[in-house]
């Protein structure tokens, strides 16, 4: 069962390179697996099966920790997955059997550990987006505490080396594992299909250049906040317009010009709230809503977006790249977003007209 995950799991990861903790993965299944066919010779070739047997269980181990760390996007620690095997050769597998059994379910629960804390802090970084995630987290910790019992109570219990493979305790021990290995593994495997589903309708709502929301998203963020309207709550539309973009492109090139668009990008996001939704909207043009906002946080916003651009940008095209910015106010429990868009679209023309590199209300 072990090999026939190891290869599902590769088959998968063969079409789909970008999940590369599923490399990861399949490498551990393929340790566990030859450790099973390892132990299969336990009292007929004892140094394949206790001392390559245990070491390919630990770096199985080793490698499933790799695994949530890469989906996790943590740094690759390569070399740490095969400590735990390694600490095994150096001379562990000599000592008395209470003792290697104790340390084997000890350096397992350290890598178990290790990969319950990634699987949760990514759940966590993604606001507990991936249930899955969540699940694998907790199979993982509850795997870890029992191996940490194991290793704290095999010194109390009566171990016969000589019938070690037929006793109670190995059948346990492996009827416990296998159910282990059979739901964390389609569980891996549905949690990295799971977050590339995530990922594509991510990049699906976001502009491939500057990294905000694209059109799509903001129509969306537009819909949610239709629905949570009330009649005490005010928001506000934000648009703005790179002003001389044309002429930047023509006389500094479009590579300058891309990176006039990704400095606003980076320069507006840093000064909206997290509740907030910017998005690209058009060649030059973005849009922010802000939800909630009275008319003093909007025009506020914009302002402190509009310096901030002149600052960032003034090392590009010579300072000519700076924004013009139209505000709106968006009230009512049933507001029209559709019409304060454009209320704010004719305020930001208005902007233009009078000079440029301004803000303007759409009630002035």
Not at 60 to 83: I, K, Q, Y
Not at 202 to 210: K, R
Not at 282 to 307: N, T
């Given at each position: ?6 290869a599902?799991i590769?088959?998968?990861?063969r079409s789909d390179?970008?999940?590369?903790e599923?490399c ?6 393929l340790?566990?697996?030859?450790s ?13 099966s206790?001392?390559?047997?245990n070491?390919?269980?630990l770096w ?9 760390a890469v989906?996790a996007d ?7 997955a095969?400590?735990?095997?390694l ?12 003792l290697r059994?104790a ?10 550990i290790m990969?319950?804390?990634e ?6 970084d993604q ?8 699940v694998?987290?907790?199979?993982t ?10 290793s ?10 000589a019938h070690?493979?037929s006793?109670?305790?190995t ?20 949690l ?13 709502m976001?502009?491939?250049l500057t990294g ?5 998203a903001?129509?969306?963020?537009i819909e949610?906040?239709?629905k949570?309207a009330?009649a005490?709550?005010?928001s ?9 973009f ?6 500094f090139?479009h590579a300058?010009?891309d990176h006039?668009?990704t ?9 909206i709230r ?6 690209r ?9 802000l939800y ?12 402190r ?8 940008a ?24 559709r ?7 004719a ?8 000079g440029?590199n301004?803000?303007?209300f759409?009630?002035?």
């Amino acid at each position: 069962m072990l090999l026939l995950l190891c290869a599902f799991i590769y088959v998968i990861w063969r079409s789909d390179e970008e999940a590369r903790e599923l490399c990861w993965w399949a490498a551990a299944f393929l340790m566990a697996g030859s450790s099973a066919f390892c132990f299969a010779f336990r009292n007929q070739i004892e140094s394949l099966s206790i001392v390559l047997g245990n070491a390919l269980m630990l770096w199985s181990c080793g490698f499933l920790w790799t695994g949530a760390a890469v989906f996790a996007d943590r740094p690759l620690r390569s070399r740490s997955a095969l400590l735990g095997g390694l600490v095994w050769l150096s001379g562990l597998w000599t000592q008395d059997i209470h003792l290697r059994t104790a340390a084997i379910a000890a350096i397992a629960a350290i890598y178990e550990i290790m990969t319950a804390y990634e699987l949760f802090s990514y759940n966590r970084d993604q606001n507990g987006r991936l249930v899955l995630a969540r699940v694998a987290a907790w199979a993982t910790a509850l795997q870890a505490g029992l191996d940490v019992i194991l290793s704290v109570s095999v010194p109390f219990l009566e171990i016969d080396a000589a019938h070690f493979t037929s006793s109670s305790f190995t059948k346990y021990r492996w009827l416990e594992l296998s159910c282990y290995t059979a739901v964390l593994g389609f569980t891996l495997i549905a949690l990295s299909k799971e977050r590339l589903a995530s990922r594509r309708e991510i990049a699906a709502m976001s502009d491939p250049l500057t990294g905000v929301a694209n059109r799509r998203a903001f129509d969306r963020a537009i819909e949610r906040a239709t629905k949570s309207a009330s009649a005490d709550q005010t928001s506000a539309v934000l648009v703005f317009d790179l002003d001389n973009f044309k002429d930047i492109n023509d006389r500094f090139g479009h590579a300058v010009g891309d990176h006039v668009l990704t400095v606003f990008g980076e320069t507006a996001t840093r000064n909206i709230r997290a509740s907030d939704t910017l998005a690209r909207i058009g060649g030059e043009e973005f849009a922010a809503l802000l939800y909630p906002a009275d008319q003093k946080i909007a025009l506020a916003v914009a302002e402190r977006i509009r310096l901030a651009f002149i600052e960032e940008a003034s090392f590009l095209a010579e300072g000519q790249a700076t924004v013009s910015v139209g505000v709106a106010l968006v009230e009512g429990r049933a507001p029209d977003y559709r019409e304060t868009t454009r209320a704010a679209d004719a305020a930001l023309y208005r902007a233009k007209a009078t000079g440029r590199n301004r803000v303007v209300f759409a009630g002035s």
